[in-house]
């Protein structure tokens, strides 16, 4: 499996962009990056997934490197709700969701 | 839609005794999974199952025992609780197992075995 590597823990100002990295320097050429979030105590909640070109939804932006050797998430105006466990997880295909310890923002009023 | 539905949301539960985790979808998912989560670490998948009919065993399915009788429901019992059984458990499903596949995941089950 190809494995991700995320800071443990980041702390952002409310209202401001929140990036979080994550490594994998891994990744096979058809594996996507999934990004979700688990809030308390929550089951996960699905953010994003690319491949190779950035991605942008009405919750984050994804930007992979040209190499996809690393990523980042982009929340563009963290909210205090945003305080979440955040999980980057590269796929192989055919296989199961493989979940890390993932990085722990805390958006700060 | 309700998406992934699980039951109980909590239980306390004796060392031996048993029961089961309902999960159910609604979005006619093929896949489906349980996961299990320990205070402060990421999810550990249990079991799997890529239809009707058809499970397999994830990283950690010693003490546990699923069924796939129907797309929607995949059901997770334990036989005997252990102490160390107490955990958060999640239900998930997904489309396929593609790679361009999300998976959505229930609001979880809280188990305490005393």
């Known amino acids: 499996d190809a494995k991700t590597t995320q800071p443990t823990s980041m702390d952002c100002a409310e209202g401001r962009a929140a990036n979080l990295p994550c490594n994998h320097s891994t990744i096979s050429g058809n594996e996507y990056v999934y990004w979700y979030r688990q809030i308390h105590s929550q089951g996960p909640q699905y953010i994003i997934h690319?491949?190779?070109n950035n991605e942008t939804n009405e919750m984050a932006s994804l930007i992979i490197t040209e190499d996809r050797k690393s990523s980042t998430l982009i929340l563009p105006h963290a909210t205090l709700r945003d305080t979440a466990v955040y999980y980057c997880?590269?796929?192989?295909?055919?296989?199961?969701?493989?979940f890390g310890p993932g990085t722990r923002l805390s958006v700060l009023p | 839609n309700a998406g992934v539905t699980q039951t109980p949301k909590f239980r306390i539960l004796k060392i031996g005794q048993s029961m089961t985790l309902q999960c159910t979808q609604d979005m006619n998912h093929n896949y489906m999974y349980w996961y299990r989560q320990d205070p402060g670490m990421g999810l550990k998948l249990i079991y799997y199952?890529?239809?009707?009919?058809?499970?397999d065993k994830g990283e950690v399915p010693n003490g546990y025992n699923v069924s796939r009788s129907t797309t929607e429901d995949f059901p997770l019992r334990l036989e005997l609780a252990a102490p160390s059984q107490t955990s958060v458990y999640f239900c998930?499903?997904?489309?396929?197992?593609?790679?361009?596949?999300?998976?959505?995941f229930g609001q979880g089950t809280r188990l305490t075995v005393v």
């Open positions: 199952s890529v239809g009707a009919g058809i499970t």
């Open positions: 998930a499903s997904s489309y396929s197992r593609g790679l361009n596949t999300e998976a959505f």
């Open positions: 690319g491949l190779k």
């Open positions: 997880i590269v796929r192989v295909g055919g296989q199961n969701f493989v």
